[in-house]
Nanobody, 115 residues
Framework: QLQASGGGLVQAGGSLRLDCAVS????????MSWYRQAPGKQRELVAS???????NYQHSVKGRFTITRDNAKNTAYLLMNSLKPEDTAVYFC???????????WGQGTQVTVSS
């Protein structure tokens, strides 16, 4: 089970932190990721982090967003600074097992950035 939280309404330039808490799984999580989907657009990768802490960011969020994880808690965090109206979307958490055979999605959390 993936529980995403932390979305909301914020003014441009503001900050939000999204949390993705994973429970009731029997495997090690290799990659934890955040995706987003804006109205009328395809879902896109925002940021990902491996078990070892290696990170990858979409170019448009580099320097503004930071993804971290707590392996002991099976929780990933996305700290979003300097938010822009174009960051408005539903954000989804995703995990991939260490084998790569299992992937799960959490429910989305809405992030709205007003100009």
């Amino acid at each position: 089970q993936l529980q995403a939280s932390g979305g909301g309404l914020v003014q441009a330039g503001g900050s939000l932190r999204l949390d993705c808490a994973v429970s009731r799984i029997s495997f090690t999580i290799r990659t934890m990721s955040w995706y987003r989907q804006a109205p009328g657009k395809q879902r896109e990768l925002v940021a990902s982090i491996t078990y070892e802490g290696n990170t990858n960011y979409q170019h448009s969020v580099k320097g503004r967003f930071t993804i971290t994880r707590d392996n002991a808690k099976n929780t990933a965090y996305l700290l979003m600074n300097s938010l822009k109206p174009e960051d408005t979307a539903v954000y989804f958490c995703n995990i991939v097992s260490v084998t790569g055979l299992s992937t799960y999605w959490g429910q989305g959390t809405q992030v709205t950035v007003s100009s």
